[in-house]
């Protein structure tokens, strides 16, 4: 898990937010672990939900072209989720979201995706670090180029 202590974040994960970390797949080739097959109705049987697994797997893989990220990705059950979804308006419309409080010693790099302004990006994602006294944390450029 790059950028990150392994255990303090499934720690955190398992604890207060009764979810889990999960491993992004990048590419088409990964996604065979998912047996698309069984998604369709004619296949659903007992502990197998069309939206809940299916949502579940697609959210679960990315474009190959930002496999140097080497994401993870926090999955918590909506029923977990309670009164503290919070949302916001982007490009995609509005998407849910909850705040999530973790140990800042649990960081340990951030890679500033591609874009324009790049220097300024990279310096203000050190000062950002830095007010909080996560000056232990490297701030490194992504090698994936913004455009394939």
């Known amino acids: 898990m790059t950028g990150f202590q392994k255990k303090s974040i499934h720690d955190m994960a398992r604890g207060t937010l009764r979810g889990e970390f999960h491993q992004i797949s990048y590419g088409f080739a990964e996604t065979v672990k998912y047996r698309p097959a069984e998604f369709f109705p004619e296949h659903l049987r007992p502990g197998l939900s069309l939206m809940g697994d299916y949502l579940r797997a697609l959210t679960m893989i990315k474009n190959p072209a930002f496999k140097e990220e080497c994401e993870w990705r926090l999955m918590i059950p909506r029923e977990e989720m309670g009164d503290g979804v919070k949302f916001r308006v982007g490009p995609v419309g509005v998407t849910p979201y ?51």
């Open 98 to 148: 909850l705040e999530v409080k973790f140990p800042l010693n649990a960081v340990t790099e951030v890679i500033v995706g591609p874009g324009q302004h790049h220097a300024e990006r990279m310096n203000g994602t050190r000062q950002l670090l830095d007010r909080y006294a996560m000056n232990h944390v490297r701030v490194v450029p992504s090698l994936t180029s913004l455009r394939l």
